[in-house]
């Protein structure tokens, strides 16, 4: 059974930083593109960034807002994935979903995601 | 960027009734060389993450009731409910994995009339 956990979120203030992870299991980590999806309090889905695996080059790539403050990494060894998120902004405040694609769509399965807060 | 359009943003069906949301995507979604059109649509139910319910435009994921379809091709794509239960109620939402970055719609909320 594919599982997802995520934990790191909080409340910080703006320009702070936080670091969320994802423990993940039941399916081969290394394999998979790793995606962050955050959903800002009543609203919809935002695609955040990925990771692809290391066959593919480890490449990241990041939605326009975050691009140069957020940095996301893997640790195959430890089947986790890495946000590291810095100079955070009010607009930054939603739930972070973790989420995997395993060859249907690029984000088959999600964790149930850890609220971030950024707030003086 | 691909961008995608949900239609309506909100319904209200009655129990049993036909509910019909639309995705529009600014450019086609068809990845030509293995000939799928790379549209996926997810549910999502109050206090929970998104499930995913169709990928490939039309292929139902394992354990999904069958009274969801989706359809459409190119930039036209349609999730269909063919009998509204209690349970169905929820956000819906269309997405792109053609080309980064990934797009969601905005999301269509389905609710009992």
């Known amino acids: 059974e594919v599982q997802l956990v995520e934990s790191g979120g909080g409340l910080v203030e703006p320009g702070g930083s936080l670091r969320l992870t994802c423990a993940a299991s039941?399916?081969?980590?290394?394999?998979?593109?790793m995606t962050w999806v955050r959903q800002a309090p009543g609203k919809g889905l935002e695609w955040v960034g990925r990771i692809l695996r290391q066959s593919d080059g480890g490449t990241t790539d990041y939605a326009a807002p975050v691009k140069g403050r957020f940095a996301i990494s893997r640790d195959d060894s430890k089947n986790m994935v890495s946000l590291q998120m810095n100079r955070l902004k009010v607009e930054d405040t939603a739930v972070y979903y973790c989420?995997?694609?395993?060859?249907?769509?690029?984000?088959?399965?999600w964790g149930q995601g850890t609220l971030v807060t950024v707030s003086s | 960027d691909i961008v995608m359009t949900q239609s309506p943003d909100s319904l209200a069906v009655s129990l049993g009734e036909r509910a019909t949301i639309k995705c529009k995507s600014s450019?086609?979604?068809?990845?030509?060389?293995?000939?799928?059109?790379?549209l996926g649509w997810y549910q999502q139910k109050p206090g929970q993450p998104p499930k995913l319910l169709i990928y490939w435009a039309s292929t139902r994921e394992s354990g999904v009731p069958d009274r969801f379809s989706g359809s459409g091709s190119g930039t036209d794509f349609t999730l269909s409910i063919s009998s509204l239960q209690a349970e169905d109620v929820a956000v819906y939402y269309c997405q792109q994995y053609l080309s980064t970055p990934p797009a969601f719609g905005q999301g269509t909320k389905v609710e009992i009339k």
């Open positions: 450019q086609s979604v068809l990845h030509t060389s293995v000939n799928r059109e790379y």
């Open positions: 039941g399916f081969t980590f290394s394999n998979a593109w």
């Open positions: 989420s995997v694609g395993l060859g249907k769509s690029d984000t088959d399965f």
